[in-house]
């Protein structure tokens, strides 16, 4: 059984710093892609970041470039995702993404394609403040 579970949201002011992980249990990063996603209300769900199985490729959307960093880390299994400079425009609830079983062609598609994801965690709000 596969579980994402998501944590370090918050309210910061713009241009603060927030630190999201993503605990993964039941999965195997070698075959996985991983990525995060946020959600306003009343909005489609967007593509923030991914990396793909093996974390031999990253994307970013250009809205957040040079920006946010998206890690993971073997020995937890977590994934990070570190977001310095915050803008308004980032308040959102952000969710962590997993796609099973992914290749290159799944991954192009999984890292701003929602209905490309097998499992989403929980979500969690991140709020920044002008």
């Known amino acids: 059984q596969v579980q994402l579970t998501e944590s370090g949201g918050g309210s910061v002011q713009a241009g603060g710093s927030l630190r999201l992980s993503c605990e993964m249990f039941g999965i195997f990063k070698t075959r996985d892609c991983l990525g995060w996603f946020r959600q306003v209300p009343g909005q489609e769900r967007e593509g923030v970041a991914a990396?793909?199985?093996?974390?031999?490729?990253?994307y970013y959307a250009d809205f957040v470039k040079g920006r946010f960093t998206i890690s993971h880390d073997d020995a937890k299994n977590t994934l990070y995702l570190d977001m310095s400079s915050l803008e308004p425009e980032d308040t959102a609830m952000y969710y962590c993404?997993?796609?099973?079983?992914?290749?290159?062609?799944?991954?192009?598609?999984?890292?701003?394609?929602?209905?490309?994801?097998?499992?989403w965690g929980q979500g969690t709000q991140v709020t920044v403040s002008s």
């Open positions: 990396i793909s199985p093996g974390g031999r490729m990253t």
């Open positions: 993404a997993r796609k099973a079983e992914c290749d290159t062609v799944d991954y192009l598609r999984f890292r701003s394609t929602p209905t490309w994801v097998s499992d």
